[in-house]
């Protein structure tokens, strides 16, 4: 069996295809559109979809979210700021077919769950970190969904020492000073003339000041915020992806170092903080697991 898949993600729109054994097909992206969102998100889903006939469609959106109203509210897509009725959405596009809703997190995590880092690992959270910062728990082998459909929303642990204003209305969450748009920001303002999370690493390798220092504050706001989280949660294995994530030893070197600084409780003596072992396509294929399942 197939599912369509549906991410709404920080910067793009992606949409494929996702059989059994979390192949991912078919991927279309779009960059998040400044207006006529799911006018142009519809089409994609079209595109994608062709001429087959859609009996499932799993889909993981960038949070807030409300999962018992099918509901999207994305802090990146003002014209969605109310909520917008997503999956009633997707069901006059694709009338009678099977529909799943989730954060994107919780995409994320079941998709490490079944494929990825998190294989036959009980107690887990898994992160993605690039544009913004989400996540979703898994606790005793069960993903958590929480109250609304928000649970591990990680992107807005506050983390001590930072008082960036953050887009959810708060100050100092590890999103608005780690990710990758919320460092290169931070780059920028002390001098350094580059634009995307991807130049900002690149510059941090060859060494140059301002970018090793962003990627340290970076990483060590993430390291804060992971063993918060794993306190609370207690696990034992935290899983990293995301575009940001990959920028190597200049995040990872302090985010480690964090960790295992604050990570001091004995039954967080084992914590593991490793890269995620899937590519960009996790949330979509977390999206078609979720819509697969049943």
């Known amino acids: 069996m197939v599912a369509l898949a549906l991410d709404i993600g920080a910067t793009k729109f992606a949409a494929g295809t996702v059989d059994s054994e979390g192949g991912v097909h078919d991927v279309r992206r779009i960059a998040v559109p400044e207006s006529g969102v799911w006018e142009q998100c519809r089409e994609m889903l079209r595109q994608v979809a062709g001429d087959a006939e859609v009996s499932a469609v799993g889909i993981g959106s960038a949070g807030p979210v409300d999962v018992r109203r099918g509901a999207a509210g994305p802090l990146n897509i003002p ?161 990293i992806g995301g575009g940001f994530a990959q920028s190597g030893e200049p995040l990872w070197a302090p985010l480690r170092e964090t960790v295992a600084a604050h990570a001091g409780l004995v039954f967080l003596r084992e914590l593991r903080v490793v890269p995620s072992e899937l590519t960009d396509q996790a949330t979509i294929a977390g999206a078609g697991l979720l819509a697969l399942r049943e």
Not at 122 to 129: D, E, P, R
Not at 162 to 186: D, T
Not at 199 to 208: D, F, S, T
Not at 210 to 224: C, E, P, S
């Open 79 to 239: 014209e969605w700021a109310d909520g917008f009725p997503l999956v009633d959405s997707v069901r006059e596009l694709f009338p009678g077919a099977n529909i799943r809703f989730a954060i994107d997190g919780v995409c994320l995590a079941m998709a490490e769950q079944r494929w990825g880092a998190a294989r036959n690992v009980s107690n887990v959270l898994a992160m993605t970190v690039s544009s913004g910062i989400g996540g979703g728990i898994i606790s005793d082998g069960r993903v958590l969904m929480g109250r609304t459909g928000n649970a591990g929303h990680v992107g807005h642990i506050v983390v001590p020492g930072n008082e960036e204003p953050c887009a959810c209305g708060g100050v100092g969450c590890v999103e608005a000073v780690a990710s990758g748009h919320s460092s290169v920001r931070w780059a920028r303002r002390q001098g350094w003339s580059g634009s995307t999370g991807i130049e900002l690493a690149r510059a941090a390798h060859r060494g140059e000041q301002i970018a090793v220092a962003a990627m340290n504050r970076a990483g060590t706001a993430l390291g804060r915020a992971i063993a918060s989280a794993a306190a609370l949660l207690d696990t034992d294995l935290v899983v």
